[in-house]
């Protein structure tokens, strides 16, 4: 949900994920404390494909999130878990929503997710690891959902 409320910005920079999209194209270059990644739509849809679109983004900070969730239990367990491997694709193409967000209360909907777990682990372990990867930050942060304020910076 967005929310109309204007608030005054804080003064930390390091605190703010910056997306800048210059004056031609649709590439978004993206900066987060010291990372720096650059966001794009497809040729199709009129960006040059330097990077993941918005929607795979999120998709991006689901898998990455349930992934690095999973292996910090394994890891505070003790569980043999060799390797987590999150695959996400959201069920319908993202294009409707680019072009109706103007007029239309757009978004993913379904998120289609494969977990795949690789170890010697017993089958509650396995099950167990499978539970935890619903407990995501991430995941519930989406499942909740998310108020958007903007905020003004001073001048």
Not at 89 to 109: K, L, N, S, W
Request: proline share 6%; glycine share 6%.
């Amino acid at each position: 949900m967005i929310v109309s409320d204007i608030r005054k910005a804080p003064t930390d920079a390091n605190q703010w994920v910056r997306a800048r999209v210059g004056a031609e194209g649709l590439r978004v270059d993206v900066s987060s404390r010291t990372h720096h990644l650059v966001a794009d739509e497809p040729r199709a849809l009129g960006g040059s494909d330097a990077g993941p679109t918005p929607y795979e983004l999120l998709l991006t900070a689901l898998a990455s999130c349930t992934a690095m969730t999973v292996r910090m239990y394994a890891n505070r367990k003790g569980w043999p878990l060799q390797e987590a491997v999150v695959r996400l694709r959201q069920a319908r193409p993202h294009e409707p929503d680019c072009e109706h967000c103007a007029t239309q209360r757009v978004g993913m909907g379904t998120i289609e997710r494969h977990v795949e777990l690789t170890g010697q682990l017993t089958e509650e372990q396995r099950a167990r690891l499978f539970e935890i990867a619903d407990r995501c930050p991430i995941k519930q942060t989406l499942e909740r959902g998310i108020s958007v304020v903007n905020v003004v910076a001073d001048p």
